[in-house]
Nanobody, 125 residues
Framework: QVQLVESGGGLVQAGGSLRLSCAAS????????MGWFRQAPGKEREFVAA????????YYADSAKGRFTMSRDNAKDTVYLQMNSLKAEDTAVYYC??????????????????WGPGTQVTVSS
């Protein structure tokens, strides 16, 4: 089981930027996908971005394309989510997650094994 801890959330005005970080520790199995999800009050958890751990394939939800960028620092075992041009509808708790399924899609929460506790992002309009 891997431990994931998100940071970088906060309150920002619409049009602003935030960079979320997700530090991982305790990896004992192969990671195939790292993902970012978010959940707003009263809504289901939704996919935001994901990255296959081998190679550089990165995927984004339509709502994130052109505004969010997922990256990683292997030396720090950390993934990032750079969020620009934030909108009020981006307000949510953001979670990072790790999948150990080799044939995982990247957008289903059920295919992720471990989750961080989340970090709150609030965008004021």
């Amino acid at each position: 089981q891997v431990q994931l801890v998100e940071s970088g959330g906060g309150l920002v005005q619409a049009g602003g930027s935030l960079r979320l970080s997700c530090a991982a520790s305790g990896r004992t199995f192969t990671t195939y996908v790292m993902g970012w999800f978010r959940q707003a009050p009263g809504k289901e958890r939704e996919f935001v971005a994901a990255m296959r751990w081998s190679g550089t394939s990165t995927y984004y939800a339509d709502s994130a394309k052109g505004r969010f960028t997922m990256s990683r620092d292997n030396a720090k075992d950390t993934v990032y989510l750079q969020m620009n041009s934030l909108k009020a509808e981006d307000t949510a708790v953001y979670y990072c997650a790790e999948s150990r399924y080799s044939d995982a899609t990247y957008y289903r929460p059920s295919e992720y094994n471990d989750w961080g506790p989340g970090t709150q992002v609030t965008v004021s309009s």
